[in-house]
Nanobody
Framework: QVQLVESGGGLVQPGGSLRLSCAAS????????MGWYRQAPGKEREFVAV???????NYADSVKGRFTISRDSAKNTVFLQMNSLKPEDTAVYSC??????????????WGQGTQVTVSS
């Protein structure tokens, strides 16, 4: 059982920056991977970035070089630093966790999402 809470979204001008946070809480779990997805109105949800338990990361081509994912393992928190934001980055950003429950069950969990709006 895992709960995810995102924060840090808001309104920013093109070229600006935002830092999103996602905190995982619950009991009897360990995180295998945490990442970010986003969905703009009328668009399909798309992958943004992920960080694996070994520390490796992966990014969508559309954000590579602009966004950085990091983590605070002690707090079960993942961050997404978003720089050089573009209007096309406007979306609801949702946190995802791939969690191991107990010893033997793995499931994906989603937060409610946080709105990022890039507009002048």
């Amino acid at each position: 059982q895992v709960q995810l809470v995102e924060s840090g979204g808001g309104l920013v001008q093109p070229g600006g920056s935002l830092r999103l946070s996602c905190a995982a809480s619950g009991s009897m779990f360990s995180i295998k991977a945490m990442g970010w997805y986003r969905q703009a109105p009328g668009k399909e949800r798309e992958f943004v970035a992920v960080i694996i338990s070994d520390g490796s990361t992966n990014y969508a081509d559309s954000v590579k070089g602009r966004f950085t994912i990091s983590r605070d393992s002690a707090k079960n928190t993942v961050f997404l630093q978003m720089n050089s934001l573009k209007p096309e980055d406007t979306a609801v950003y949702s946190c995802n966790a791939d969690a191991l429950l107990g010893c033997c069950t793995r499931r994906n969990y989603w937060g409610q999402g946080t709105q990022v709006t890039v507009s002048s």
